[in-house]
């Protein structure tokens, strides 16, 4: 097996690090994106949570409350005081949704980082002994 020149060795050490950053690049955006689309769900179902208890506070308190008083004779801060708790679970149950979705938004790109350091540690061991393997 014939040995390989050290500009032929450097050339290729140049070569396998371009391509091994365009695939850290690559798998750095691949997590990142992961973690921010967990986190863009979880803040819209939060968002959607506000949205609905705004406007049912508004729009559904009164025709429910009206409701009750006059459908079962309770009185109107009876009435009131159902209609919030029944709008209160409802905005939990939603919170209860989003907040594990938080959780697993992480944009870190936590793989590709070991990735490269195992990469980085690759290259510094390719570079104290070029004959040798690379692993």
């Known amino acids: 097996m014939a040995e390989r020149s050290i500009s032929k060795l450097i050339e290729d050490i140049g070569a396998d690090s371009r391509a091994l950053a365009q695939e850290e690049t690559a798998l750095a955006k691949s997590e990142a994106a992961e973690g921010a689309k967990n986190l863009g769900i979880g803040a819209g179902l939060a968002i ?17 409350a009206a409701a009750f008083h006059e459908g079962l004779g309770w009185a109107w801060w009876l009435s009131f005081l159902v209609v919030f708790a029944i709008l209160a679970v409802i905005a939990l149950i939603l919170v209860a949704v989003a907040i594990p979705l938080f959780k697993k938004g992480n944009p870190v790109p936590g793989q590709a980082i070991a990735s490269g350091k195992s990469a980085i540690a690759a290259l510094k061991r390719a570079l104290s002994n070029p004959g040798g393997p690379r692993y």
């Open 48 to 64: 959607g949570a506000l949205f609905l208890l705004f406007l049912s506070s508004f729009m559904v308190m009164f025709t429910v």
